[in-house]
């Protein structure tokens, strides 16, 4: 089977494991990834990438020259990419751009004009109702007539595309998995004392964005409310809402309590989660936010979730987005926003030392078993098998 996938995610050698791992699992599979050559991320790393050819038995990264260097929907390529479809012939054709995007629609096209007869797929993050306007409604119609099957991070996902039309395959994966050589059970005594935390300590952790669609004021008023208990707050990232953080700790009396710690290499992570006696993502859907066709954000996965359950960290998640899914029964699920709640969920794990045993363990099997990315990469190759073996409509 030979797999080309298309995306500027993997200009980042990191974000490669999956596919790599899906290019292992057999020696009659041959994985092509193509990506910008170059790209400019925005945010922290404001400067453009130049991509860098890979080449490692049946895996390939291939740069190809490309249009827009920031913009995922208005990204295509240059005609390079003609000259690579017909030396590869590809089974499978994969954009990871969304259902409305010009480079999966490129893709579509060189794939009828040329003669593959490959299966075309596009992966979507994308959870929140939407509305086309014209030229879009077009693109996304001609894109959704010509796909063979969807791969969705999210349950959310598939619905919305559904309301749109599309009625073939899908499967609900995430696009990255989890590194189970470094996300894993470690014991961390000399950063435990580095940070100031006593062996009896019970330490709430979070990592990411200091925005407040992630929850953390809802998080330190759950934990204010839990003053007689013995806990730590670590919070492991960086953001615009620090400052109010700060203020909101102080002015519960628990800034002793409170443990920021900022800009920490993804390697290191671990080390941190490895510390935690339970990992919380307490996410707030929001719609303040606003692009072309739909307004807001909801938790579109909650990659942190998957990393703490292979660290054999318990996890505590709000209800927004696919937070639910990605725990089911291996972890503590409150609603969005409600304190009481949260604080019913601290205090079951800090006080039942056998329940957060047990939900620890749950996590790190399914981990194991579904978010590994060979794991994932076992039932991508599952899903592609199945398409192949599908006549066309």
């Not at 920031?70 to 990204?75: P, Y």
């Not at 010009?102 to 797929?121: D, H, P, S, V």
């Not at 443990?259 to 919380?280: C, G, K, Q």
């Not at 609603?335 to 056998?354: F, R």
Request: a neutral charge; charged letters at 20%.
């Amino acid at each position: 089977m030979k797999i080309l996938v298309a995306s500027h995610t993997y200009i980042v050698d990191l974000n490669c494991e999956k596919l790599r791992e899906l290019s292992r699992l057999s020696s009659n599979i041959a994985v092509t990834v193509v990506v910008p050559q170059l790209w400019r991320p925005g945010g922290l790393q404001n400067k453009i990438i130049e991509s860098q050819k890979k080449i490692e038995g049946n895996f390939r990264v291939v740069p190809i020259n490309n249009f827009s260097q920031n913009n995922q929907g208005l990204l295509t390529f240059g005609t390079d990419i003609i000259r690579l479809l017909k030396n590869f012939q590809p089974n499978i054709i994969q954009v990871e751009q969304g259902a409305k995007s010009l480079g999966y629609a490129q893709l579509i096209t060189l794939n009828r004009f040329l003669g593959l007869e490959a299966k075309n797929l596009f992966f979507t993050w994308w959870n929140l109702p939407y509305t086309n306007k014209f030229p879009i409604s077009l693109l996304e119609k001609y894109n959704l007539s010509n796909t063979d099957g969807v791969i969705s991070g999210n349950q959310d996902g598939v619905d919305i595309l559904r309301e749109h039309g599309y009625q073939r395959k899908v499967k609900v994966l995430p696009q990255l998995g989890v590194d189970e050589k470094l996300f894993s059970p470690q014991v961390q005594p000399d950063l435990r004392s580095q940070l100031g935390i006593n062996k009896n300590d019970f330490v709430v952790g979070f990592v990411g964005r200091f925005v407040p669609e992630k929850g953390i004021l809802t998080l330190i008023k759950a934990l204010a409310n839990l003053p007689e208990l013995s806990w730590k707050l670590l919070l492991l990232g960086r953001g615009e809402l620090k400052e109010k953080i700060e203020q909101t700790a102080t002015e519960a009396g628990i800034k002793n309590r409170l443990i920021i710690v900022e800009s920490v290499p993804h390697d290191e992570v671990p080390r941190y989660i490895n510390l935690m006696s339970t990992l919380v993502l307490p996410s707030e859907t929001t719609y303040q936010f606003k692009t072309l066709t739909a307004a807001g954000w909801k938790e579109q996965f909650g990659h942190v979730l998957i990393e703490a359950m292979a660290c054999r960290v318990p996890v505590i998640g709000s209800d927004s987005g696919e937070i639910p899914h990605v725990i089911e029964d291996a972890g503590l699920v409150f609603p969005e926003g409600d304190v009481g709640a949260l604080k019913y969920c601290l205090q079951q794990l800090i006080e039942q030392p056998q329940l957060a045993d047990n939900l620890a363990q749950k996590g790190f099997d399914r981990a194991r078993e579904k978010y590994t990315n060979k794991a994932l990469a076992r039932q991508q190759l599952e899903f592609y098998q199945e398409l192949l073996v599908t006549k066309a409509n």
